[in-house]
């Protein structure tokens, strides 16, 4: 490896350090479902629009109108506020908002032409025999700015062009695995139950 290959290596490390940090995942956009109870008062807020997925596979959609720990009131065109017990709910889902899309665009137009300009200019200072790190940082954040505010712009708006659902609980029920058991000298039905 060159001495310029080996300084190119080594500068890589900034853009490769900011895509892990700006690509973790955050609490906000990766809510997990539960097998526990949902608890209303934490996962909702009044005035949210909500679709609800009842035990028996029923579905009602309207509105929190009344919120509590255990119990939270939708309202409803045609039947005004209907009252629901966790006990019979098997998931819960909300709008998506366009937050989480501006937020992945940003990311993305950032590392996209922030490290294009970056790994450019390493390249143009490999090539002459130079070290260019604090141009080639100055760069990424100049061009990663720009596509920053590119990306985001093109996220929120393909985020908002789909109306998507977000899960804010889900009951999981039982499951049931069937497997063969085959051998030479016998032949069954293996069963495993997970709740």
Same mark, same amino acid.
């Given at each position: 490896?060159?001495?310029?290959?080996?300084?190119?290596?080594?500068?890589?490390?900034?853009?490769?350090?900011?895509?892990?940090?700006?690509?973790?995942?955050?609490?906000?956009?990766?809510?997990?479902?539960?097998?526990?109870?949902?608890?209303?008062?934490?996962?909702?807020?009044?005035?949210?629009?909500?679709?609800?997925?009842?035990?028996?596979?029923?579905?009602?959609?309207?509105? %929190?109108?009344? #919120?509590?720990?255990?119990?939270? @009131?939708? !309202?409803? =065109?045609?039947? /005004?506020?209907? +009252?629901?017990?966790?006990?019979?709910?098997?998931?819960?889902?909300?709008?998506?908002?366009?937050?989480?899309?501006?937020?992945?665009?940003?990311?993305?137009?950032?590392?996209?032409?922030?490290?294009?300009?970056?790994? %450019?200019?390493? #390249?143009?200072?490999?090539?002459? @025999?130079? !070290?260019? =790190?604090?141009? /080639?940082?100055? +760069?990424?954040?100049?061009?990663?700015?720009?596509?920053?505010?590119?990306?985001?712009?093109?996220?929120?708006?393909?985020?908002?062009?789909?109306?998507?659902?977000?899960?804010?609980?889900?009951?999981?029920?039982?499951? %049931?695995?069937?497997?063969?058991?085959?051998?030479?000298?016998?032949?069954?039905?293996?069963?495993?139950?997970?709740?």
């Amino acid at each position: 490896m060159t001495a310029g290959a080996r300084r190119f290596a080594a500068h890589l490390f900034v853009p490769a350090f900011c895509a892990v940090v700006l690509a973790a995942p955050r609490a906000a956009w990766a809510r997990q479902a539960t097998d526990e109870a949902p608890r209303f008062d934490s996962s909702m807020r009044l005035g949210q629009k909500v679709w609800v997925t009842f035990a028996d596979g029923t579905q009602a959609s309207g509105r %929190v109108k009344e #919120l509590s720990r255990t119990l939270f @009131g939708l !309202s409803q =065109a045609q039947s /005004g506020i209907r +009252r629901i017990d966790a006990a019979n709910v098997m998931k819960i889902e909300t709008v998506d908002d366009i937050g989480d899309g501006i937020g992945r665009g940003a990311a993305v137009g950032m590392l996209g032409v922030g490290g294009s300009a970056f790994a %450019v200019t390493m #390249l143009a200072c490999a090539n002459e @025999g130079g !070290s260019c =790190a604090g141009v /080639g940082l100055i +760069r990424f954040l100049l061009f990663g700015g720009i596509g920053a505010a590119g990306g985001a712009a093109i996220g929120g708006a393909l985020d908002a062009a789909f109306e998507g659902r977000r899960t804010l609980f889900e009951r999981r029920g039982p499951v %049931v695995s069937l497997a063969p058991i085959v051998s030479r000298h016998s032949k069954g039905l293996g069963v495993t139950i997970r709740w």
